[in-house]
C-alpha cells in the first residue's frame, strides 16, 4: 500500500484515506491530532514502562502490591497518601451523567457498509432508552478496511443530525416498535424524534497499547490509537455537543497505573488548552478492567482530577488481567470461566474495592459513580432460553444496585428496558455517597485480590473456553470484533443463548487455556466423553484432541454460526493463532496483537511468518509488533 503524505507537519496518512474521510480527518481535527502527536513517545515509554515491569515480576515471582503511601503518584504532584484520603480536586457529576441506570455499549459501525446502514448502530443506540450510550472504539469495533473512521463519521452525522442519519433513525424505530409489541405488548417509542435527545453521547477511545492502523506521526512511528481517537472525537463533535448543552465524555480503557492515568489526564488538558476550552470540561470514566489499576484505584481517580467522574467495573477484561499477572503462579489456576461471577473470590473484592472508592469523598465533597458490569444476554431464543436468561439478567442487576452500583451496562439495545425497571423502580438518580468502609491497604487486601475459590474446571468448560475462543478469533478477522456467539455444542439449542462477545472475553479463554496447559491444572469432573476422570491433568494430548474436535464442529456449522468463506480464509489463520498462543511456554500478553497484525490479511502463509515474527520478538525482549504491517511509509 502506498501513503499520502498529510500537509500538516508531517503526519503520514495511509493510502488516500485523507480524501475519502476528509469530513473525519478535518483541518481542525488533524491539527489536532498533530498537537496531540507530541506525546507519543512518551506513551511509548509509558508502555515498555508497563511490559518491564511485567517481565520482573515474572523474572522475580512477585505479585503486585500497594504503592508506598510516602510517595508521590508518578507523573504529578499529588502524595498517594492525600490521594487515598482523598485529598484532591474531584469533579462534580454533569447534569446529564447524573442519572447513568443503563448504559449501552457497541459500535457506532458496520463492517463493510455504507453509511445508509452502517450508521443504524447509532440509531438503535439513542432510540433504545438507555440513559447513555458508549459508542465503542475498541473491544467491540472491528478494525478492517478503515472502519475505526466509519465509527467517527457516523457519530458526527448522529450528533449533527444529518439527514442520512434522521432517515436512518425514523426507520429503525419503527422496526423497534414492532419487536417491543411482540415482546412487551407494547411500542417502547413514541416519539422518535424526541427520543433522539434521551440518552448520553459517551465515546470510547482506544487504550494506550494500541497503534492507529493508518497514521503515522513525523518519525514515522505509529501514532496512538488513543491520541487519534480522542483528537477525532473531540474536536468533531464539542461544538455541536455543547450547543445542546451536552456534557464531553469519554470511557479510558486498559489503564493499569496512576502513571497512565496522569499521562491520560496530561493529554486530556493539553487537548482542552488546545480547543480554548475550560479545563475539566471534558468528562472521563475509567474501564477499571486490570488487576493492577485495583492497587492504585484512588490514586488513578486522583491523577485524573476534575475529568473523573466515575469507574465501570468489567468482569472478562479483569479476570484475563488476574490471570494474566499471575501467569508465573504455578498455584493459581482459574476454573471454568462460567464460575468465575461478580461474586467469586478475587472479582468479589475487587468490586468492593471500587464502591468503597467511588464513595470516598474528595477534598470538596465530590463522589465519583459506579457502573455496573456488562450484561452481554440477547433475548433471542426459544421462550424457555429467553424467559431463564432473562431472569438471570434481571436478578444481576438487582444484585449490583443493592451492592451500590448507580448502573450497568448492556451489550444491545433489546436489554434496555428489561433491566433498567431495576433502578427504575428505586426512584433515586443514582447512589452517590453510600456509607461503605474506607479503603484499606493491607497484606489480607492484597491476597484478597487474587483470592481463588473452589469451583468446577472440566473438560466441558474446556471445550467451551476454546470454541468461543476460535469463534470470537475469526468474528474478528471478518470485522465483526463484537458478536453473538455460543459453544458449538450449542448451536442447535436454542435454549441456550448467544451472548454478545467481545475481545475481552477472547482473551480471557486464550489466558485460561493457556493457565490449564502450562500450570498441569487438574480437572475436578469426570467426562463422560472421554476417559479424563476427576484429578487427571489437564495435557497437550488433550488439548491437542479438544482442538481437533472442536475446530471440525466449526467447519461443519451452518453459516448462521460460521461464515462459510471464512472456513478458508480467516478461521485457519485463527486456529493456528491460538495454538501458537495456548502450546508457548511466554505467555503473549494480548490476543489482540497476533489478531490485529493479520487483519485484512487472508493468506495463511502470511499470516505464519507474521505470527512467527511477533512471538519472537517479543522472546527476545519483550517487545510488542503493533503497528500495521501493511502500512508501507
Same mark, same amino acid.
Given at each position: 500500500?502506498?501513503?499520502?503524505?498529510?500537509?500538516?507537519?508531517?503526519?503520514?496518512?495511509?493510502?488516500?484515506?485523507?480524501?475519502?474521510?476528509?469530513?473525519?480527518?478535518?483541518?481542525?481535527?488533524?491539527?489536532?491530532?498533530?498537537?496531540?502527536?507530541?506525546?507519543?513517545?512518551?506513551?511509548?515509554?509509558?508502555?515498555?514502562?508497563?511490559?518491564?515491569?511485567?517481565?520482573?515480576?515474572?523474572?522475580? /515471582?512477585?505479585?503486585?502490591?500497594? &504503592?508506598?503511601? $510516602?510517595?508521590? @503518584?508518578?507523573?504529578?504532584?499529588? +502524595?498517594?497518601?492525600?490521594? !487515598?484520603?482523598?485529598?484532591?480536586?474531584?469533579?462534580?457529576?454533569?447534569?446529564?451523567?447524573?442519572?447513568?441506570?443503563?448504559?449501552?455499549?457497541?459500535?457506532?459501525?458496520?463492517?463493510?457498509?455504507?453509511?445508509?446502514?452502517?450508521?443504524?448502530?447509532?440509531?438503535?443506540?439513542?432510540?433504545?432508552?438507555?440513559?447513555?450510550?458508549?459508542?465503542?472504539?475498541?473491544?467491540?469495533?472491528?478494525?478492517?478496511?478503515?472502519?475505526?473512521?466509519?465509527?467517527?463519521?457516523?457519530?458526527?452525522?448522529?450528533?449533527?443530525?444529518?439527514?442520512?442519519?434522521?432517515?436512518?433513525?425514523?426507520?429503525?424505530?419503527?422496526?423497534?416498535?414492532?419487536?417491543?409489541?411482540?415482546?412487551?405488548?407494547?411500542?417502547?417509542? /413514541?416519539?422518535?424524534?424526541?427520543? &433522539?435527545?434521551? $440518552?448520553?453521547? @459517551?465515546?470510547?477511545?482506544?487504550? +494506550?497499547?494500541?497503534?492507529? !492502523?493508518?497514521?503515522?506521526?513525523?518519525?514515522?512511528?505509529?501514532?496512538?490509537?488513543?491520541?487519534?481517537?480522542?483528537?477525532?472525537?473531540?474536536?468533531?463533535?464539542?461544538?455541536?455537543?455543547?450547543?445542546?448543552?451536552?456534557?464531553?465524555?469519554?470511557?479510558?480503557?486498559?489503564?493499569?497505573?496512576?502513571?497512565?492515568?496522569?499521562?491520560?489526564?496530561?493529554?486530556?488538558?493539553?487537548?482542552?488548552?488546545?480547543?480554548?476550552?475550560?479545563?475539566?470540561?471534558?468528562?472521563?470514566?475509567?474501564?477499571?478492567?486490570?488487576?493492577?489499576?485495583?492497587?492504585?484505584?484512588?490514586?488513578?481517580?486522583?491523577?485524573?482530577?476534575?475529568?473523573?467522574?466515575?469507574?465501570?467495573?468489567?468482569?472478562?477484561?479483569?479476570?484475563?488481567?488476574?490471570?494474566?499477572?499471575?501467569?508465573?503462579?504455578?498455584?493459581?489456576?482459574?476454573?471454568?470461566?462460567?464460575?468465575?461471577?461478580?461474586?467469586?473470590?478475587?472479582?468479589?473484592?475487587?468490586?468492593?474495592?471500587?464502591?468503597?472508592?467511588?464513595?470516598?469523598?474528595?477534598?470538596?465533597?465530590?463522589?465519583?459513580?459506579?457502573?455496573?458490569?456488562?450484561?452481554?444476554?440477547?433475548?433471542?431464543?426459544?421462550?424457555?432460553?429467553?424467559?431463564?436468561?432473562?431472569?438471570?439478567?434481571?436478578?444481576?442487576?438487582?444484585?449490583?444496585?443493592?451492592?451500590?452500583?448507580?448502573?450497568?451496562?448492556?451489550?444491545?439495545?433489546?436489554?434496555?428496558?428489561?433491566?433498567?425497571?431495576?433502578?427504575?423502580?428505586?426512584?433515586?438518580?443514582?447512589?452517590?455517597?453510600?456509607?461503605?468502609?474506607?479503603?484499606?491497604?493491607?497484606?489480607?487486601?492484597?491476597?484478597?485480590?487474587?483470592?481463588?475459590?473452589?469451583?468446577?474446571?472440566?473438560?466441558?468448560?474446556?471445550?467451551?473456553?476454546?470454541?468461543?475462543?476460535?469463534?470470537?478469533?475469526?468474528?474478528?478477522?471478518?470485522?465483526?470484533?463484537?458478536?453473538?456467539?455460543?459453544?458449538?455444542?450449542?448451536?442447535?439449542?436454542?435454549?441456550?443463548?448467544?451472548?454478545?462477545?467481545?475481545?475481552?472475553?477472547?482473551?480471557?479463554?486464550?489466558?485460561?487455556?493457556?493457565?490449564?496447559?502450562?500450570?498441569?491444572?487438574?480437572?475436578?469432573?469426570?467426562?463422560?466423553?472421554?476417559?479424563?476422570?476427576?484429578?487427571?491433568?489437564?495435557?497437550?494430548?488433550?488439548?491437542?484432541?479438544?482442538?481437533?474436535?472442536?475446530?471440525?464442529?466449526?467447519?461443519?456449522?451452518?453459516?448462521?454460526?460460521?461464515?462459510?468463506?471464512?472456513?478458508?480464509?480467516?478461521?485457519?489463520?485463527?486456529?493456528?493463532?491460538?495454538?501458537?498462543?495456548?502450546?508457548?511456554?511466554?505467555?503473549?500478553?494480548?490476543?489482540?496483537?497476533?489478531?490485529?497484525?493479520?487483519?485484512?490479511?487472508?493468506?495463511?502463509?502470511?499470516?505464519?511468518?507474521?505470527?512467527?515474527?511477533?512471538?519472537?520478538?517479543?522472546?527476545?525482549?519483550?517487545?510488542?509488533?503493533?503497528?500495521?504491517?501493511?502500512?508501507?511509509?
Amino acid at each position: 500500500m502506498s501513503a499520502t503524505q498529510n500537509h500538516t507537519n508531517g503526519i503520514t496518512i495511509r493510502d488516500n484515506l485523507a480524501g475519502l474521510y476528509s469530513d473525519v480527518y478535518t483541518k481542525e481535527a488533524l491539527d489536532a491530532i498533530n498537537f496531540l502527536a507530541q506525546f507519543n513517545n512518551e506513551r511509548l515509554a509509558l508502555m515498555q514502562r508497563r511490559s518491564q515491569r511485567r517481565l520482573n515480576r515474572f523474572d522475580k /515471582k512477585e505479585q503486585i502490591n500497594f &504503592l508506598d503511601p $510516602t510517595e508521590n @503518584i508518578p507523573g504529578t504532584q499529588i +502524595l498517594v497518601k492525600n490521594a !487515598r484520603d482523598g485529598k484532591f480536586d474531584g469533579s462534580t457529576i454533569p447534569h446529564d451523567l447524573k442519572r447513568q441506570w443503563i448504559q449501552g455499549t457497541g459500535p457506532a459501525a458496520k463492517p463493510n457498509s455504507p453509511v445508509e446502514k452502517s450508521i443504524r448502530n447509532v440509531a438503535y443506540a439513542l432510540l433504545s432508552g438507555a440513559d447513555g450510550w458508549m459508542f465503542d472504539g475498541e473491544d467491540a469495533l472491528g478494525q478492517v478496511t478503515a472502519m475505526s473512521l466509519d465509527n467517527q463519521r457516523n457519530l458526527k452525522l448522529a450528533i449533527d443530525k444529518a439527514p442520512v442519519f434522521l432517515e436512518a433513525a425514523k426507520n429503525v424505530s419503527l422496526e423497534m416498535n414492532r419487536w417491543a409489541k411482540s415482546f412487551f405488548g407494547h411500542e417502547i417509542i /413514541k416519539d422518535w424524534k424526541e427520543q &433522539l435527545n434521551f $440518552t448520553t453521547k @459517551i465515546f470510547r477511545a482506544r487504550g +494506550l497499547h494500541l497503534d492507529d !492502523r493508518h497514521i503515522r506521526d513525523k518519525n514515522h512511528l505509529a501514532l496512538s490509537a488513543s491520541i487519534v481517537d480522542m483528537a477525532l472525537y473531540v474536536t468533531n463533535n464539542y461544538k455541536k455537543l455543547q450547543s445542546e448543552n451536552a456534557s464531553i465524555v469519554l470511557y479510558l480503557p486498559k489503564i493499569q497505573t496512576a502513571e497512565e492515568a496522569a499521562f491520560w489526564n496530561k493529554m486530556i488538558s493539553a487537548l482542552e488548552g488546545h480547543l480554548q476550552l475550560k479545563m475539566g470540561t471534558i468528562k472521563v470514566y475509567v474501564l477499571l478492567e486490570q488487576l493492577e489499576a485495583t492497587f492504585q484505584i484512588m490514586e488513578i481517580r486522583a491523577a485524573l482530577g476534575t475529568h473523573f467522574v466515575g469507574f465501570n467495573t468489567g468482569r472478562w477484561d479483569y479476570i484475563n488481567s488476574v490471570s494474566d499477572a499471575l501467569a508465573w503462579d504455578k498455584d493459581f489456576i482459574n476454573p471454568n470461566i462460567e464460575e468465575i461471577g461478580m461474586t467469586y473470590g478475587y472479582m468479589r473484592n475487587y468490586e468492593n474495592r471500587v464502591r468503597c472508592c467511588v464513595n470516598t469523598p474528595d477534598i470538596n465533597g465530590n463522589f465519583a459513580l459506579w457502573q455496573g458490569g456488562m450484561e452481554p444476554n440477547i433475548p433471542v431464543g426459544s421462550e424457555k432460553g429467553v424467559a431463564n436468561s432473562m431472569e438471570k439478567a434481571v436478578a444481576g442487576a438487582i444484585r449490583e444496585q443493592q451492592e451500590g452500583a448507580s448502573g450497568k451496562w448492556v451489550a444491545h439495545w433489546k436489554m434496555v428496558h428489561i433491566v433498567r425497571p431495576v433502578w427504575e423502580k428505586t426512584g433515586k438518580a443514582n447512589q452517590l455517597g453510600r456509607n461503605f468502609p474506607p479503603l484499606s491497604y493491607t497484606q489480607k487486601d492484597a491476597e484478597g485480590l487474587m483470592l481463588l475459590e473452589p469451583a468446577e474446571r472440566s473438560i466441558r468448560g474446556a471445550r467451551n473456553l476454546l470454541s468461543v475462543a476460535l469463534q470470537y478469533g475469526n468474528a474478528f478477522g471478518q470485522g465483526l470484533q463484537a458478536a453473538a456467539l455460543k459453544p458449538a455444542d450449542f448451536f442447535s439449542n436454542d435454549d441456550i443463548l448467544y451472548l454478545m462477545e467481545d475481545m475481552a472475553t477472547g482473551e480471557i479463554r486464550m489466558s485460561i487455556l493457556w493457565e490449564w496447559l502450562h500450570k498441569k491444572a487438574k480437572l475436578n469432573r469426570d467426562d463422560p466423553g472421554t476417559s479424563i476422570k476427576t484429578g487427571d491433568t489437564f495435557t497437550l494430548k488433550v488439548f491437542n484432541q479438544l482442538m481437533d474436535e472442536e475446530y471440525q464442529k466449526l467447519l461443519d456449522a451452518n453459516s448462521r454460526d460460521v461464515y462459510e468463506e471464512s472456513k478458508t480464509t480467516t478461521l485457519p489463520i485463527v486456529r493456528e493463532i491460538v495454538s501458537r498462543y495456548i502450546l508457548d511456554e511466554v505467555k503473549i500478553p494480548w490476543y489482540i496483537d497476533l489478531l490485529n497484525i493479520n487483519l485484512n490479511n487472508p493468506n495463511f502463509e502470511t499470516a505464519k511468518e507474521r505470527i512467527e515474527k511477533y512471538i519472537n520478538a517479543y522472546k527476545k525482549d519483550g517487545t510488542r509488533i503493533t503497528e500495521n504491517l501493511d502500512f508501507e511509509s
